[in-house]
């Protein structure tokens, strides 16, 4: 198994195993939820690695073939030529050997469960912190590039009655980032991002793209607001940018982990002998009567047979619709469109799987944003992100709440690779950009976060700051070190 310790993506993906989820937020009681396995492998899957080993295109499969094959993937992406491969090298390797389906990306669906709207429409908070300065508006721009999130039509749908109820504000949703354009933009008081994942502003057009990119910018310079959830953040940087818009193939991951397990030495990297080990037992159990050949007509049902190794500590499940996991190192991940991630405040590294206990402690417990807590931490169960070291800074935002680390267990903190020395974790903040504003929330993976109301009305507080109606400190938490 792949064990702890540095590396650059020492995981990239964990597994074909089901995360059974369950958001939950509670000032005393933590709750739990099991975790088990699930997922499968594809017919689609075991016809593409078949026709990839089948070299001579003879309708069998030898273990010269296979082992032929194993060598050359081997040698491609062992980029670097180190004799070694991290598990985030076997993950892009295989998603460029087995490309996700291509062509237009389907529609991102744009319902909420009508269950979770209900729950949510109990939360929603009674009043707005302040009474607005002027009518408002708030486009919520709810494309994903990436990876999509199935609480993102309710996160959309949970600003709109937000605005209805409160007064605050009235909302238009777009999947359409074409929205986001000098014109269209002017009759807007404040964008929130709903989970946006990948270059979710890009288009094959250089010359939309840039415009989009200015329009946002100018946008929120210029003195307007920009609020986002979740996975706002997992966008523009290195791994979205792979693990997204440009192909990841999550029907990879079986056999990924499969390779990942091949590194008996627990050394964190797969070297070559290990990898062709790996080949030779893959093979002793696709070829169980010992005959040579693998008839194309036999492999599937043999490959489906084949163990997948139980999911690796502190990674993501693909089962269930969770976005892979991923484990970067300090200083190494980059990001795409610096502009953006500074605005925005950081972007994802890491999470710890939805169903993972988490305390907050709120880093200012009188600040208005944080009213709605009543000076009291609370715990919440969700998939919650850190934040990759080249851009996230206290010097750079007005941190509101943060992960109590103190209080988690040496277990969870483990399952992080490359956790911050200082142990600091934010979750939520604010900050100046320009003369607009911007505030993140880091927890809206599961959509029982919308049924909490103390979030709710912490979030409604970070769109009235951003709109501009609700005065607070936004200063950085820290002081710049010169």
């Known amino acids: 198994m792949v064990t702890r310790s540095a590396g650059r993506r020492i995981l990239f993906a964990a597994g074909c195993a089901m995360v059974v989820c369950a958001g939950g937020f509670s000032p005393t009681k933590a709750q739990q939820t099991p975790q088990g396995r699930g997922g499968g492998r594809g017919g689609g899957m075991s016809t593409a690695l078949f026709t990839a080993i089948d070299a001579n295109k003879d309708g069998a499969a030898t273990r010269e073939e296979l082992k032929a094959r194993f060598d050359s993937w081997y040698s491609a992406w062992d980029t670097s030529k180190t004799n070694t491969l991290t598990p985030e090298q076997i993950f892009m390797g295989l998603s460029t050997a087995f490309p996700a389906t291509t062509g237009a990306a389907p529609p991102q669906n744009q319902a909420p469960r009508p269950d979770d709207v209900k729950a949510m429409m109990a939360a929603l908070p009674d009043a707005a912190p302040v009474k607005p300065k002027q009518p408002r508006k708030v486009l919520v721009l709810a494309r994903a590039a990436g990876f999509v999130h199935s609480s993102i039509p309710l996160a959309g749908r949970t600003i709109e009655e937000i605005g209805k109820k409160t007064g605050a504000w009235s909302t238009t949703i777009t999947y359409d980032a074409a929205d986001i354009n000098d014109e269209n933009l002017k009759q807007y008081d404040a964008i929130f991002l709903a989970s946006t994942t990948g270059a979710f502003l890009d288009d094959p057009d250089a010359a939309a793209t840039a415009a989009r990119r200015k329009a946002l910018l100018a946008f929120v310079r210029g003195g307007k607001g920009l609020a986002g959830i979740h996975a706002a953040t997992d966008s523009y940087h290195q791994s979205s940018a792979q693990a997204g818009g440009a192909g990841f193939n999550f029907q990879v991951i079986p ?140 010097e750079n935002l007005r941190v509101l709440t943060s992960i109590d680390y103190a209080k988690m267990s040496a277990e969870d903190k483990a399952k992080e690779q490359n956790p911050r020395p200082d142990g600091d974790y934010a979750l939520s903040w604010i900050r100046r950009e320009g003369k607009g504003r911007v505030f993140y929330e880091a927890h809206g993976h599961n959509e029982k976060v919308y049924a909490i109301k103390p979030l709710l009305e912490h979030i409604t507080a970070g769109m009235q700051y951003v709109l501009g109606d609700l005065q607070a400190e936004d200063r950085p938490s820290k002081t710049a070190t010169k």
């Open 255 to 394: 056999i990924a982990m499969q390779m990942i397990a091949a590194d008996k030495n627990s050394d964190s990297k797969i070297s070559r002998d290990e990898f062709g080990a790996l080949a030779d037992s893959w093979y002793d159990k696709l070829d169980p009567d010992k005959s040579g050949r693998i008839a194309q007509a036999d492999f599937p049902q043999r490959y489906a047979a084949l163990p997948t190794p139980p999911m690796p500590a502190g990674t993501g499940g693909a089962g269930n619709g969770q976005a892979p996991a991923t484990n970067l190192g300090p200083d190494t991940e980059v990001g795409t469109w610096p502009e953006f991630n500074k605005m925005i405040g950081g972007f994802f590294k890491f999470h710890w799987n939805d169903g993972q206990t988490i305390t907050v402690k709120l880093d200012e417990p009188k600040h208005p944003l944080n009213a709605p807590f009543k000076g009291e931490g609370y715990v919440i169960v969700d998939e919650t992100y850190t934040f990759g070291r080249a851009v996230y800074s206290r």
